[in-house]
């Protein structure tokens, strides 16, 4: 494997974790806010995260690559609503997809087909990410500051379960 695109897929993984950590500091937050729906959503997004990131692990690989790990930051603690926090989750999974189409062309431009085929399953993984996200804050926005809308979304976002949501 190119080392260039080596250390751009052990980057990846950093990255798949940090976002595992970033929705896992806001499931904790709901939580603490007692929004079990939405702790229960974002803990299950923090799982589809791990898994993103032992998918790139499996492929380095099988490709004979070493996965390399560096420290992950410190995630924000808190948000001030369901609202701020879906919206920093969508702004990240948008951050996530421009990562992904910056690994593809590093793919394209070192020649690595096997690699650009690869991706693309998080190509198309990532208009989930942020269509499910952006669902949510649409969602949240269109209550506005309606106490029994929040609960109402806090008790669907906890019925996301097998088969609802992205892999």
Same mark, same amino acid.
């Given at each position: 494997m190119n080392d260039k695109?080596?250390?751009? *897929?052990?980057d990846q993984i950093r990255e798949e974790l940090s976002s595992a950590y970033l929705y896992l500091a806001m499931a904790a937050d709901f939580e603490d806010k007692n929004l079990p729906g939405a702790a229960a959503w974002m803990s299950q997004q923090a799982q589809e995260e791990v898994a993103h990131a032992m998918k790139i692990y499996g492929y380095i690989n099988d490709k004979g690559g070493k996965a390399v790990f560096d420290a992950l930051p410190k995630p924000q603690e808190s948000w001030n609503?369901? *609202?701020d926090a879906f919206k920093a989750a969508y702004k990240h999974e948008q951050y996530i997809?421009?990562?992904i189409n910056k690994l593809v062309k590093q793919a394209r431009e070192?020649?690595?087909t096997s690699t650009e085929i690869f991706l693309q399953w998080f190509v198309t993984e990532q208009?989930?990410?942020e269509k499910s996200t952006d669902?949510?804050?649409q969602k949240l926005q269109m209550i506005g500051d309606s106490k029994n809308g929040l609960f109402m979304i806090d008790?669907? *976002?906890g019925g996301r379960g097998a088969g609802s949501g992205s892999e």
């Open positions: 695109m080596l250390k751009a *897929l052990n609503s369901m *609202l997809t421009d990562c070192v020649d690595d208009v989930e990410e669902e949510v804050v008790r669907e *976002l």
